[in-house]
């Protein structure tokens, strides 16, 4: 409800401190009476609050759960984000943010699910995404580039989501060509960079995004043990995925207007500075087979770059990338 947001908010912009029953209820606009009764809907809904006598209440810890407004107050961004839609279960935000995207939502709108029955990976593969653990998002944008360029938008978004992570902990994570973010050689994060276009005119890009934040290694299958990790597993610690979700919006929208305005570029440059598959020995599975050698670079649209041993550079547009 409206009052919840306003409620919420009111928290928000005391920053952790207290805020008192008056100033709250001049804040909604409503009684006393009133507030104590929205607060112990608060508490119902599994926050815990502090109450001290003439300070007023300050939020000590938020439930396990994001929503709209979780990801809402407190969000930093001009566009993105601004319109979110929330569903507890959902088959894949890919499939929601198509429809959404068909329909005309506007450029920022993100779909955001707590738990995906089908989440997808590239090549019909999955994506495991239980529920109360991960970030299961699907944004949409509406850039004015050739079709050809928009491989560069999955770059760009492990950009801002490795900026994200190193903002907020200690970790730091590595990038695999093309769409794999690793944390001490496993992945915790994969991208999935989808498009409606038509001729060469992008109508939308829809950028999906699986980032695994509190599981812990037996939360995962085993056939993911050895290869997936989480944020939660590599810090030792319990983090809140709605700030995940606000601070990689707000490194996409400040990436995002410097390559509408400068081009792949300097994005490129920063995406060099966290990628461990460059100046390596590996194989690049495609669809059309593999290519052994070594990876001398990306190019200026973001395909890869691989010297064989005769010499020759090929051309890399989509492939599994395994490390020698
Ligand atoms: P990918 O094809 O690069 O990676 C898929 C592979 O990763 C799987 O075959 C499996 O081996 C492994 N894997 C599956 N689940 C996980 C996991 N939770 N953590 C680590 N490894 C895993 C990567 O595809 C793109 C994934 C995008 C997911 C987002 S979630 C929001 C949006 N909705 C949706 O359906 N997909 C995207």
Redesign the pocket.
Known sequence: SELRTKLLEAFSNAEGEFVSGQKISEYIGCSRTAVWKHIEELRKDGYELEAVRRLGYRITKKPNKISSNEIQIGLKTKTLGRHVHFEETVT????IAQTLAGNGAPEGTIVVADQ?T??????A?????PSGT?I???LIIRPNIPVHSTPQLTLLTAVAIVQAIEELTPVKPDIKWP??ILINGK??V???TELQAEADQVHSVII???I?VNQKVED?PE??QQ??TSIGIETGKHWERALFIQTILLKFEGLYSLYLSQGFHPIKLLWEGYAISLNKKMVARTLNGSVEGKAIGIDHNGVLLIETSDGSIKEIYSA?IELK
């Open positions: 894949s935000t890919q499939k995906q089908n989440g997808r990976g590239r090549m593969r999955e994506w495991y995404s991960g299961w998002m699907s769409n794999d992945k915790v994969g991208i999935l999906g995004t699986g695994n995962f056939e993911l290869i997936a599994d």
